[in-house]
């Protein structure tokens, strides 16, 4: 069994590189992907705790990009952006390789958004809220995002977001830091055109993550056939070779239908629990949210049959 999705302190998880290879030898996995967001500055320190404990090592990044062939539709019938969540594998760390010129590029836009994000909640109440206490709050990690702002609103301003909880957590996503939020910002200009044209010459394979909350809309919701045919059919046309079907906080019966729509389409489906340690409550690497979720070894070895193709 293997985990192909999953995140550390270098970006919005709270483990460190060791304790997550560690806890993936203790689960018998085979195989982990680190995929922290926009960043591999994970990885040196993941190749040797991996190799330490005897489970490989595949080097991955997870990035925040635009669909510009799907913006997104809102209920009101206006149409957005379309940011999107693709995972990239068998990623070069050479500093010089343009891929990772790439992800410098989506670093510098990440440290724009957070700004512009910052200064709206300012002007909404937050005055406490500034890049450096998030920075401060947020430990070192190579990427810093919402799941930290979000944090940061918490402890510097309770008497506007209330105590911390599950439910209030996710609240504050939907009034002021989600697509939908009074505060927020548009990701990335850079698309997922551009990172499979820079990627796969080198040997990166793509797969999009967490599909349905990438695609489903407002005006979408529940209609998983026939909003994803068509999307799936354009992400092969571009250069994607897998879909996330077996992502850990979905269903089992949503995964299976997941899976046979990517066969269907001649793609790979990828699989991942998404962990994020004790910052996303409930979800554990290798089995996900519900405890049932099971990625074979096979699909990493699809995967490497896609590099350079």
Not at 12 to 34: F, K, M, Q, T, V
Request: charged share 25%; net charge negative; aromatic share 6%.
């Amino acid at each position: 069994m293997i985990d192909l999705h999953t995140h550390s302190r270098f970006s919005d998880g709270s483990d460190s590189p060791r304790e997550l290879a560690e806890l993936a030898a203790r689960l018998n996995l085979s195989a982990i992907a680190l995929t922290d967001h926009d960043t591999t500055d994970s990885a040196g320190d993941m190749a040797a705790a991996c190799a330490d404990v005897g489970v490989e090592h595949v080097t991955g990044v997870e990035i925040s990009l635009v669909d510009p062939l799907h913006p997104r539709r809102r209920g009101d019938g206006t149409e957005v952006a379309r940011s999107v969540h693709v995972l990239a594998y068998f990623v070069p760390l050479d500093p010089s390789h343009p891929f990772q010129g790439f992800l410098s590029d989506l670093g510098h836009d990440r440290l724009q958004r957070n700004q512009r994000l910052i200064e709206r909640l300012v002007e909404w109440g937050f005055h406490r809220l500034s890049l450096e206490e998030v920075a401060q709050r947020a430990r070192g990690a190579s990427s810093v995002g919402r799941p930290h702002i979000a944090a940061t609103m918490f402890e510097l301003h309770p008497e506007i977001v209330g105590e911390r909880t599950p439910d209030s957590w996710n609240q504050v996503f939907v009034e002021w830091l989600g697509t939908a939020g009074r505060a927020y910002v548009p990701k990335s200009r850079l698309t997922l055109d551009d990172a499979v044209r820079v990627g796969a010459s080198a040997g990166v394979v793509f797969s999009l993550a967490h599909p349905l909350s990438n695609y489903l809309d407002e005006t979408s919701s529940g209609r998983i056939e026939e909003t994803m045919v068509p999307i799936i059919a354009s992400l092969r046309e571009r250069g994607v070779v897998g879909i996330e079907a077996s992502y850990g906080s979905t269903l089992a019966p949503v995964r299976a239908l997941m899976v046979k729509l990517t066969r269907d389409a001649g793609l790979i489906p990828t699989g991942g629990s998404d962990y994020h340690g004790t910052f996303k409550a409930g979800v554990r690497l290798g089995t996900g949210l519900y405890g049932d979720l099971a990625v074979a070894d096979d699909i990493l070895e699809e995967l490497r049959g896609r590099r350079n193709k």
